[in-house]
């Protein structure tokens, strides 16, 4: 109950006791009130703390990230580079063996290449042998082809008119009565020539024997030529 001394209120021990707890409650509030801010401002330190610290983490998280990126972004470089480089020593090794092998290309003459075979050259066909009876005319025929070939000038007619005269047309005929027979060097053949004469006069190409008919009447028209003028101008005894 409430009651008064020397006009103020008195507070009966109950009261008293209620404004004791009352104190106390509001010195527990009071305190509380006051480790509450102080709680906060802790908190608040170890949260500022704990986030400056994790910002520090996270930026050496993101320190780290850009070091390591940069680091890969050196390595590849450095890869980059290490590829060129043995892309470069690759072609500048490939550059010299093409040119050591131009160069020997040129330096080296090339195996001389073996000269074609020649064919066989074809034998020379032998010439053709004029085919001449074997009788006065053939005689007279082949001789005056050698004639001609020597250039000893001579005719058909004037050889054979003479030879009728001289032997009759005997390639074997001899006189052994005239002034030559006498004097040892008888006339012989189709021409009637002295060894002597038939040896100075010989054609070359023809037989050395004085009673082949070609060789007589070749020897024999030489002769005239040398003489006479050709076999042609002797009407006689020549």
Not at 41 to 61: C, I, N, P
Not at 108 to 124: I, T
Request: proline share 5%; charged share 20%; with cysteine.
């Amino acid at each position: 109950m409430r009651s008064t001394v020397s006009g103020h209120t008195a507070l009966s021990k109950a009261h008293k006791f209620s404004a004791a707890g009352l104190v106390t409650v509001a010195g527990a509030a009071a305190l509380t009130f006051a480790l509450v801010p102080q709680a906060s401002a802790a908190d608040a330190h170890s949260m500022s703390v704990k986030t400056v610290s994790l910002s520090a983490q996270e930026f050496g998280v993101t320190q780290d990230g850009e070091l390591a990126k940069a680091a890969d972004d050196a390595a590849g470089q450095a890869q980059v580079k290490a590829a060129a480089a043995v892309k470069a020593e690759a072609k500048a090794k490939a550059d010299a063996e093409r040119a050591s092998r131009s160069t020997e290309r040129k330096t080296l003459k090339p195996a001389a290449k073996p000269a074609p075979a020649k064919p066989a050259a074809k034998a020379a066909a032998a010439p053709v042998k004029k085919a001449y009876a074997d009788n006065l005319d053939g005689w007279i025929s082949e001789s005056l082809d050698i004639l001609r070939a020597k250039g000893i000038p001579a005719s058909y007619d004037g050889i054979k008119r003479n030879i009728m005269r001289e032997s009759t047309g005997n390639p074997q005929a001899i006189n052994d009565w005239d002034v030559n027979a006498v004097n040892g060097v008888p006339s012989k053949g189709l021409l009637q020539i002295i060894d002597p004469t038939f040896k100075a006069y010989h054609v070359e190409g023809t037989s050395w024997n004085i009673y082949d008919p070609v060789a007589n009447i070749t020897a024999s028209c030489n002769y005239a030529a040398d003489k006479y003028g050709s076999m042609d101008n002797v009407n006689s005894a020549y």
